[in-house]
């Protein structure tokens, strides 16, 4: 049976916007209850369960219209509109952000996760970029996601092309997974040696000043060296990787690693390869690495250890901001300066000790590193075979 052109109205039961800014304010929003979706929180098909704002019962009753359910799909409606995330049970009855579009499908006529590859595939994206309004800040509106242009071959045929790709899709979320469980046990052994202080050796040391001896007190910028990002003009960025990586905030944020998308011209200030990069912009203390050389933005701190004790340094800060925007000593912060955080005050254990420690949380990030790069080729292979089945250049029976 021949594939069909269809739009994507056409297989659509609901195409609608989020709730308008008169429907839904800033005050609106409460620090539990029902997530709202953003295209910041919608990262490679994903959405990113880490920067969720949410509101309360009353305003998700009042505006159940736009909550989702399992098999819809979002797409950004402003920004980056190439964006568009799969809604899975994990986000059933969640809400509509403003600037997204929920799509909810025939499903007796089209397979859902068919018709969120095909919606992610590089033609549609180029399209989507093509007809979007605006030239500071591309958006798109309902009648214009409608309009899209789909080949819809048969509903058995939808299903074998979504489980392919769906494949490679469970593959990278296990090794999202691991890198998860790595990171979550050297912060266990970083909490047992350097909070509990239950390290090797304790029964035995003398406590001197309530620290242990050997151990002392250092502010930030004894130790690490920090670079505050500065963002370049927005006409100098791109995403035809023309320059370097560009990252300002944590909507580029990965598992592990920022995922470099944007790219800009303009280079202002520098994070080097294997940089931490800290938030100092809400949520304050959130962490990454780069991989890369990138320009960092207003929104971003690069931090390195002088004496090269990375994997240490990060899980001393990981531990310090354990909550967005709250510091250990219950602080809060909606941003923080260069001067407030070089002042940060930490305790370093002796120098036997800390490279202990860093030897082995340095071997658990080879690993993550190692996840990493497997995720990448993953990612690699199903954005390189997905236009091709989208195209029935590949035959699937």
Not at 188 to 217: A, S
Not at 343 to 352: A, G, H, K, S, T
Request: glycine share 8%; hydrophobic share 35%; with cysteine.
């Amino acid at each position: 049976m021949a594939w069909e052109k269809v739009k994507l109205g056409d297989v659509s039961t609901c195409i609608q916007p989020g709730p308008f800014g008169s429907q839904l304010h800033n005050s609106d929003y409460s620090e539990s209850g029902t997530p709202i979706i953003m295209p910041k929180d919608m990262i490679d098909g994903k959405i990113n369960h880490s920067n969720l704002v949410f509101v309360g019962e009353e305003h998700t009753k009042r505006l159940c219209r736009h909550q989702v359910h399992s098999g819809n799909l979002m797409v950004a409606r402003k920004g980056d509109v190439r964006k568009c995330v799969f809604i899975t049970e994990n986000e059933e009855g969640w809400m509509t952000g403003s600037d997204c579009l929920k799509v909810a499908l025939k499903e007796d006529v089209c397979h859902p996760k068919f018709i969120y590859y095909q919606l992610r595939s590089p033609f549609i994206g180029r399209w989507l970029e093509k007809i979007s309004i605006g030239a500071t800040m591309p958006s798109i509106n309902t009648g214009l996601l409608s309009s899209i242009e789909l080949m819809l071959p048969p509903l058995k045929t939808q299903k074998r092309i979504a489980d392919i790709l769906s494949a490679y899709d469970d593959l990278i979320e296990n090794n999202q997974k691991q890198i998860k469980l790595l990171e979550e046990a050297s912060q266990r052994l970083y909490k047992q040696w350097f909070i509990d202080l239950k390290f090797p050796g304790h029964e035995t040391i003398k406590i001197v000043d309530g620290l242990p001896e050997g151990w002392k007190k250092e502010k930030l910028v004894d130790f690490a060296d920090v670079i505050m990002g500065q963002s370049p003009k927005s006409e100098f960025y791109n995403q035809e990787k023309k320059g370097l990586p560009f990252h300002q905030g944590v909507g580029s944020y990965g598992t592990r690693f920022v995922i470099d998308d944007t790219y800009s011209t303009s280079i202002t200030r520098i994070a080097e390869p294997g940089s931490i990069l800290f938030s100092v912009r809400a949520p304050v203390g959130r962490l990454n690495f780069t991989k890369n050389k990138i320009i960092i933005g207003r929104g971003l701190a690069a931090i390195n250890h002088k004496e090269k004790y990375q994997s240490f340094l990060f899980y001393m800060l990981k531990e310090r901001f354990f909550k967005d925007d709250i510091l250990g000593n219950g602080a809060i912060f909606a941003s923080i300066s260069k001067d407030e955080l070089l002042c940060q005050q930490f305790v370093i254990p002796n120098d036997e000790l800390l490279r202990k420690y860093n030897t082995i949380a340095s071997r658990m990030d080879g690993k993550i590193a190692a996840a990493d790069a497997q995720i990448q080729l993953l990612t690699q292979s199903r954005d390189r075979l997905l236009p091709k089945l989208m195209n029935n250049e590949i035959e699937v029976s």
